[in-house]
């Protein structure tokens, strides 16, 4: 019993609902939604500060605020100048810094509910209680914490500034729409959770070559063509299994989906999850290495790869040896868009399987006679 309470609670305040391997898979897609909503409050903060500063200069009921207006213009201001400069880079700070972001909208209220209102009930922090933080998506238990510091600042503001007839009231209803919000909040969170995994699971088939399970021809192109329009770097590899189409003829398609298969699998067991694997096509595949890599360690890749597809991939009954040729790009210095580096690096593949085959070559690396002979093939 006690296991199952735990469980849920883990489930429920730390995952929002779904599993840990869940949560974290669709960490890109929850710091994508929480930008948009950062730039959103951090924008609107932005105006709204400055339209009650400007307004201060010209209505009396606005001028004690003066100060307080242009503190939280100019915290919304930096928190908006923040995201614009380095969340590109730093996508890990999305969520803290709209924490900032909404800790400065309560800041306001709290002022608004106290220190401008000591005579009468506060109400706007109360429906910020609730409202606000529905439009976060982060661990609730974090979110709830958030919440409980922003009742305790509001209580005792409450208690040392208003009267307790007034007080009392303020403190039993934050208090009460902070247990209210701590449920519809939590309910908010495993709901986008859900929804965004839900569209993961629907992605992810959409992308996914089912024979291989790496990425299909259209996902990879995509993939490498945003890193590389963001401005990234990388090392292309464009892969092709020598003499499949003997295999198919001699074995049947049959067993040539089992080594494409096995094939896939000795991709992912090589490269890194972060790396972008892809089916081109057929029995041509296409390895991309984001960010700048030794090439040292990018041929010790490349041969580890025909190395454990040599150990690994077989044919029951018969002597036949799989292997493959490896064409190699670098982006941006062999091609600065996604088709300009896959042609680079199809050239060197196809030096490699015209000359001995089982091999990777550089596109760097490839002979002046041969590249000339390209270059005039193509004016033709």
């Not at 730390?14 to 909503?37: D, Q, V």
């Not at 291989?212 to 990234?232: D, F, M, Q």
Request: aromatic share 14%; proline share 3%.
């Amino acid at each position: 019993m006690f296991t199952k309470i735990k469980e849920f609670l883990i489930s429920t305040f730390i995952y929002a609902g779904i599993t840990p391997e869940e949560y974290n898979a669709i960490r890109p897609a929850r710091e994508e939604k929480n930008k948009g909503i950062l730039f959103v409050t951090s924008g609107l903060g932005t105006i709204v500060f400055l339209a009650l500063f400007v307004l201060s200069f010209f209505e009396n009921s606005y001028k004690h605020n003066m100060f307080l207006y242009l503190a939280l213009f100019v915290c919304e201001f930096s928190v908006l100048l923040c995201a614009w400069k380095f969340l590109k880079q730093k996508p890990d700070l999305i969520t803290p810094i709209t924490y900032i972001s909404i800790f400065a909208i309560f800041a306001y209220a709290i002022i608004l509910g106290t220190f401008n209102s000591p005579t009468i009930t506060s109400t706007t922090f109360c429906v910020f209680l609730i409202a606000i933080p529905m439009i976060i998506i982060d661990r609730p238990w974090r979110l709830i914490s958030f919440n409980a510091v922003q009742v305790v600042i509001f209580c005792i503001c409450s208690y040392y500034i208003k009267d307790w007839a007034v007080a009392s009231v303020d403190i039993l209803n934050a208090v009460s729409f902070y247990f209210l919000g701590a449920v519809l909040n939590t309910y908010m969170i495993k709901t986008k959770a859900k929804e965004l995994t839900l569209r993961r699971y629907i992605e992810r088939d959409r992308d996914t070559d089912p024979l291989t399970l790496l990425y299909n021809k259209a996902a990879v192109g995509r993939e490498i063509s945003n890193h590389i329009n963001k401005g990234g770097t990388g090392v292309f590899m464009f892969v092709d299994l020598d003499n499949f189409k003997k295999v198919n003829d001699t074995y049947g398609h049959a067993v040539g989906d089992d080594v494409l298969h096995e094939f896939g699998d000795c991709i992912r067991r090589v490269f890194r999850h972060t790396d972008i694997l892809g089916r081109f096509g057929g029995d041509e595949f296409i390895i991309f290495l984001p960010h700048p890599i030794d090439d040292d360690v990018v041929s010790t890749r490349a041969q580890d790869l025909l190395s454990l597809m040599d150990e690994n991939i077989k044919i029951e009954d018969t002597s036949i040896d799989f292997h493959a040729s490896i064409g190699i790009a670098k982006c941006p210095s062999n091609g600065a868009t996604y088709e300009e580096v896959m042609a680079k690096a199809d050239q060197a593949l196809y030096y490699s399987k015209k000359n001995g085959k089982n091999m990777f070559m550089y596109y760097d690396d490839l002979p002046e006679d041969y590249l000339k002979q390209l270059e005039e093939s193509s004016e033709i």
